[in-house]
């Protein structure tokens, strides 16, 4: 990592570790406060000009604290937006976001996403969102919907995974209306596949850092948990176990890193395919690591009062958002034989 890079890591670090004793207002002013909302808006409209990469440095640390906070929605909605032809209006929504408005969006990949029956599904944010941004395949099309139950309302949709909260948004038709319409065409279509990338890397960092903080936490269990009037980290077998974790983990990150470092040089299909590949690398990996962790934890990691099976939940959820895995693998078995992993 470069300095920079080690810079935010540390930072949002601190910053998290804060957030999971805040409540949902003043986890979100902080994080605003913090210039989160403006890390990857342009500089003319007062963001602060960052990449993809600098956005998953908080992803990871976010995800360490399986933290509820929507900060993936707004950063998503700036990547729309930013790839629609620009307009007065385009520029004041992205400074609205910058500043702090909240916007709801869906989890679901975009370039598979079918507005059939008006519905859109794993919504984040949409109960404290004023405004909602669908981002959809179909036409294709970037609208700007209004949550306010007549336009669209939002009803909860229970997961097993309860860190964070999914709504289905319905909308009064099939499609939104004309006049919420942001883009169609070519530039929606470079806006679907721009949140697509964004989305599945999104995800892939949030799986890395939750898989390291679970494995952390796993550890420093080992080593004040005695059998046999001995540690559980002083037997060969866990302490094997263990070390083929970190390595999982370390090579789902250094992926990750990789992947990341090549967008910028690739076209939409191929940048698109790199972001599939390592969500679908990164999500196995975290699913391993949790359940490895559950077995070592023992029954105390059934228990509701403990963490360990959150980081489970939202390991099995990870591996369907944005899109399945299968679905994922088929597009990285498509990446040239040089990009590959």
């Known amino acids: 990592m470069i300095t920079e890079q080690v810079e935010l890591r540390d930072a949002a670090r601190r910053l998290t570790g804060h957030l999971a004793a805040a409540d949902a207002d003043a986890a979100w002013r902080a994080i605003v ?3 989160w909302t403006a890390l990857t808006a342009p500089l003319p409209l007062g963001g602060l000009g960052q990449n993809l990469q600098a956005a998953c440095w908080l992803y990871m640390e976010l995800g360490r604290t399986l933290s509820p906070v929507p900060l993936l929605p707004s950063l998503l909605a700036i990547e729309a937006l930013g790839a629609c032809q620009p307009s007065a209006a385009r520029d ?118 939750a898989a390291g903080a679970i494995l952390e936490q796993t550890v420093e269990h080992l080593k004040t948990r005695r059998q046999f009037d001995r540690p559980l980290a002083s037997f060969q077998a866990l302490k094997h ?67 360990c099976h959150l980081f489970l939940k939202r390991a099995l959820l990870n591996e369907q958002l944005p899109s399945a895995n299968d679905t994922c693998e088929l597009a990285a078995s498509c990446l040239p034989d040089r990009m590959t992993p």
């Open 33 to 35: 406060e913090a210039g």
């Open 92 to 209: 004041a929504w992205i400074e609205r976001i910058v500043g702090g408005e909240r916007i709801a969006m869906s989890l679901l990949d975009p370039t598979a996403m079918h507005l059939e029956g008006g519905v859109v599904h794993a919504v984040l944010g949409a109960d404290r969102a004023r405004h909602a941004l669908i981002v959809s395949s179909v036409d294709p099309i970037v609208a700007l919907i209004v949550i306010d139950g007549r336009t669209a309302s939002a009803a909860a949709c229970p997961t097993w995974d309860t860190t964070r909260a999914l709504f289905d948004l319905r909308l009064p038709g099939p499609m939104p209306g004309d006049g919420s319409v942001v883009a169609r065409g070519a530039a929606a279509a470079a806006g679907c596949s721009a949140v697509s990338a964004h989305l599945h890397f999104a995800i892939a960092a949030d799986c890395v850092g």
């Open 241 to 307: 176990r263990c070390a083929d974790l970190k390595v999982t983990i370390q090579a789902a990150e250094a992926l990750l890193a990789d992947y990341l470092r090549q967008i910028d040089d690739r076209p939409c299909g191929e940048r698109l395919a790199l972001a599939r590949a390592a969500k679908s690398i990164a999500s196995s990996a975290f699913r391993e690591v949790a359940e490895a962790a559950m077995q070592m934890h023992g029954g105390m990691s059934m228990s509701v009062e403990h963490t």
